[in-house]
């Protein structure tokens, strides 16, 4: 398939500090111009964060409310030009090394049933974050949940990060993290997008499932950098944010196993994810 043309969304909420780098990165992450659009989750800069996004060639759109990640990143989607093929989704603190974003795409061009690619995520000390997982099952989501906070070796979690896989090899993984990826968007289109029940979180889990659902890879590409800062995350909210990641992982799980019959399976889920939030929210105080 031959790819005309790349965009570029990030969702921004109260992110001016980390736009500025991120759009700089994007100019030096391809040889071409993508399309850049970013889409406004109720900031209270808004006015700032609109010059920042206007200086740096973006396009700016307000939500006109906090939409959520996925939501806000499937507005942003339909407002891209129809001519592109491509549309890197990424947070706004992240900062992309040069030339990392062609690199996803010609990894996209190898295959047409790749559906989504992503980079090396590195974290702020330059460790690599496991960004290529497996998608989790009931028995490995289960222990992840009761132990990833106090037993950091279990097995259920080295299983679910896939960590042993990230190497310099590129290779299909479950799922990519929705921080930064490239997707093909007729297929993002296909499968209408995120899904806007999740407001923050497993959006982009579920994302990885779907498209696999439909027969299409997700494939981790190392030789594509990216640093992760976190800058726009806060202390203050970070309280709030485990709360909802628990509260999205139990969407996940009630959609991945909604019959009847498997009530038991969903209250045993969600006894694990109570008891991991519990003790997440303890730490965080």
Request: charged letters at 20%.
């Amino acid at each position: 398939m031959q790819i005309r043309s790349v965009g570029v969304i990030t969702v921004t909420h109260n992110s001016l500090e980390s736009l500025k780098p991120f759009l700089t990165s994007v100019g030096s992450a391809s040889a071409g111009t993508p399309e850049i659009i970013v889409v406004d989750n109720a900031s209270t800069d808004v006015a700032s964060t609109r010059s920042a996004a206007e200086a740096g060639g973006a396009r700016f759109i307000e939500a006109g409310s906090n939409l959520g990640y996925g939501a806000a990143m499937n507005l942003g989607v339909r407002a891209l030009s129809p001519e592109i093929d491509v549309v890197l989704l990424s947070n706004p603190d992240v900062e992309m090394a040069p030339g990392s974003l062609d690199r996803l795409v010609e990894a996209l061009r190898t295959d047409r049933r790749i559906a989504s690619v992503g980079p090396r995520i590195l974290n702020p000390d330059s460790t690599v974050y496991p960004s290529a997982r497996r998608l989790p099952s009931l028995t490995t989501g289960v222990g992840h949940a009761l132990f990833a906070n106090t037993w950091k070796t279990n097995p259920w979690s080295r299983r679910y990060r896939n960590e042993e896989s990230l190497g310099d090899d590129i290779h299909d993984a479950g799922w990519l993290s929705g921080a930064c990826l490239a997707v093909r968007r007729e297929y993002f289109d296909a499968v209408n997008g995120f899904d806007e029940s999740f407001f923050m979180y497993f959006e982009d889990v579920d994302l990885g499932r779907r498209f696999s659902a439909k027969g299409w890879r997700n494939v981790y590409v190392p030789s594509a950098e990216v640093l992760h800062t976190g800058a726009h995350s806060t202390e203050q909210s970070s309280a709030v944010m485990a709360r909802q990641h628990h509260a999205s992982a139990n969407l996940f799980v009630s959609k991945l196993y909604p019959q009847w019959y498997l009530a038991p399976v969903r209250v045993l889920a969600r006894l694990g994810l109570s008891v991991r939030s519990w003790w997440t929210t303890v730490r965080l105080r």
